[in-house]
């Protein structure tokens, strides 16, 4: 099975969920995720085929494919996914990106080794604009209620349809410590240098302008 970016779970509860937004403006040591688990059949279903389309895996941050994306009700996701209570703030020590079988690697270790190898700080990571995040709700806050923009009939289908999953393939076998560790920090690598990638590309496309410094 091939590597999927921005897929995750939460390390307390091992629930999955995809990460829009893996550190934020200012507050660097936060992310934005998506729990996946009790969303709408038709929501859900979407932002699983998009996570798992050239569209999202080409994105420096999920958020920007969701963006430029609807849902099939015409709705364009990352905004529905806002104002629905749908985007989780939470720290990115307790989370871990799970983008191959067997293979984890805490949130925040990913930030810093993305950092190191841009030869930045993890401080500038993050995308300049986005959702506001004092608007966002916090992880450690109950379930929230169910919006009532959502569709009736779809949430009357909630329970009766099973809901698109990103499951992980048969775990991978080594023969050693040392071949398991080696691949650890082979795919570690490897998603280093797709998020230096999409990042020199959103700098094609639009520059990051450079503070100036008051002498």
Request: with cysteine; charged share 30%; net charge negative.
């Amino acid at each position: 099975m091939a590597e999927i970016k921005h897929v995750g779970r939460v390390k307390a509860t091992n629930k999955k969920c995809l990460i829009a937004y893996r550190t934020l403006p200012g507050d660097a040591y936060n992310c934005l995720i998506i729990p996946t688990e009790n969303m709408p059949d038709i929501y859900h279903d979407a932002v699983i085929n998009l996570v798992e389309s050239t569209t999202g895996q080409e994105a420096y941050e999920f958020a920007e494919a969701l963006d430029r994306s609807n849902f099939p009700d015409g709705s364009r996701m990352l905004p529905w996914l806002h104002v629905n209570n749908r985007l989780i703030k939470a720290p990115t020590d307790a989370i871990e990106m799970t983008p191959a079988p067997n293979f984890a690697i805490s949130l925040s270790e990913l930030n810093q080794i993305i950092a190191e190898q841009r030869g930045v700080a993890v401080d500038d990571l993050s995308l300049k604009e986005g959702v506001n995040d004092k608007e966002v709700p916090d992880l450690k806050k109950e379930e929230p209620a169910k919006s009532k923009t959502e569709p009736k009939k779809v949430e009357a289908n909630v329970e009766s349809k099973p809901t698109a999953t990103v499951e992980p393939a048969s775990p991978v076998e080594f023969d050693s410590p040392e071949s398991e560790a080696k691949h650890y920090r082979s795919l570690a690598d490897k998603l280093a240098k797709q998020a230096a990638e999409m990042r020199r590309k959103a700098e094609e496309l639009v520059p990051t302008t450079k503070k100036k410094t008051v002498k």
